[in-house]
């Protein structure tokens, strides 16, 4: 088994920044990717970012946030830059044991428990 938790959520401003982390523990060599998704109040769970061999991201996210990992630390971390009330939302983290990239909720293995990130106008 994986244990993901995330931590960074807060309260910011539009046009500020946070950075979230996750870090992972337990059988942390069985993982491939690791990923980003968010949900936000009355909406389903979304993608925002995803981390293998390389990375993807969604298009509402792309240029303004950035998804890295450190493999020593069992850590990935997602920079959010250029932050708009939309990205209010519940931010998980996720793993999987492919290293394929993957978009789709169903494709992850291991989730987090989420942390707010809440972005006032």
């Known amino acids: 088994q994986v244990q993901l938790v995330e931590s960074g959520g807060g309260l910011v401003q539009a046009g500020g920044s946070l950075r979230l982390s996750c870090a992972a523990s337990g059988r942390t060599f069985s993982i491939g990717t690791m990923g980003w998704f968010r949900q936000a109040p009355g909406k389903e769970r979304e993608f925002a970012a995803a981390?293998?061999?390389?990375?993807t991201y969604a298009d509402s996210v792309k240029g303004r946030f950035t998804i890295s990992r450190d493999n020593v630390k069992n850590t990935v971390y997602l920079q959010m830059n250029s932050l708009k009330p939309e990205d209010t939302a519940v931010y998980y983290c996720?793993?999987?044991?492919?290293?394929?990239?993957?978009?789709?909720?169903?494709?992850?293995?291991?989730w987090g428990q989420g942390t707010q990130v809440t972005v006032s106008s």
């Open positions: 996720a793993a999987r044991r492919s290293r394929a990239l993957g978009s789709a909720v169903i494709q992850y293995d291991y």
């Open positions: 981390i293998g061999w390389d990375t």
